[in-house]
C-alpha cells in the first residue's frame, strides 16, 4: 500500500504561483511513477504531469507545458507541483496518484491522494 497526502493548495490570482505537495508514505518508490491529475466542476479527470521516481524522467499533458513542474525530493518522500501562470481554467481539485510502473502513461494508477483545491481567480 502507498499512503498519499496532498497540500498546498488554495486561492491564487491569475499570473500567480502554487506549489502542491504529496507526502507519499508506505513503500519504497525507486520502481513507481507518480502523477498529477486534476478534476474541474463538471469536467472529467484529467492528467497533469508524471515523473519516474527512480530516473526523474517527466511527462506533462500539453496544456501545461512550460508553465508546470513536476519535481519529487527523495528524502523527503514528497512529489511537487511547481504552478506558475495559473489561469482561471486551471480552477480544480488536484489529486495525486502512484502506479508501480516504469511507463509514464497517464493510466493505470492505483493509489490516490484525497485531493486538494485550487482555486484561481480573474
Known amino acids: 500500500q502507498v499512503q498519499l497526502v496532498e497540500s498546498g493548495g488554495g486561492l491564487v490570482q491569475a499570473g500567480g504561483s502554487l506549489r502542491l505537495s504529496c507526502a507519499a508514505s508506505?513503500?519504497?518508490?525507486?520502481?513507481?511513477?507518480m502523477g498529477w491529475f486534476r478534476r474541474a466542476p463538471g469536467k472529467d479527470r484529467e492528467f497533469v504531469a508524471a515523473?519516474?521516481?527512480?530516473?526523474?524522467?517527466?511527462s506533462y499533458a500539453d496544456f501545461v507545458k512550460g508553465r508546470f513542474t513536476i519535481s519529487r525530493d527523495n528524502a523527503k518522500n514528497t512529489l511537487y507541483l511547481q504552478m506558475n501562470s495559473l489561469t482561471p481554467e486551471d480552477t480544480a481539485v488536484y489529486y495525486c496518484?502512484?502506479?508501480?510502473?516504469?511507463?509514464?502513461?497517464?493510466?493505470?494508477?492505483?493509489?490516490w491522494g484525497q485531493g486538494t483545491q485550487v482555486t484561481v481567480s480573474s
Open positions: 515523473i519516474k521516481w527512480g530516473v526523474g524522467s517527466t
Open positions: 496518484a502512484a502506479k508501480f510502473s516504469s511507463a509514464l502513461t497517464p493510466n493505470a494508477y492505483n493509489y
Open positions: 508506505g513503500r519504497t518508490l525507486s520502481n513507481y511513477v
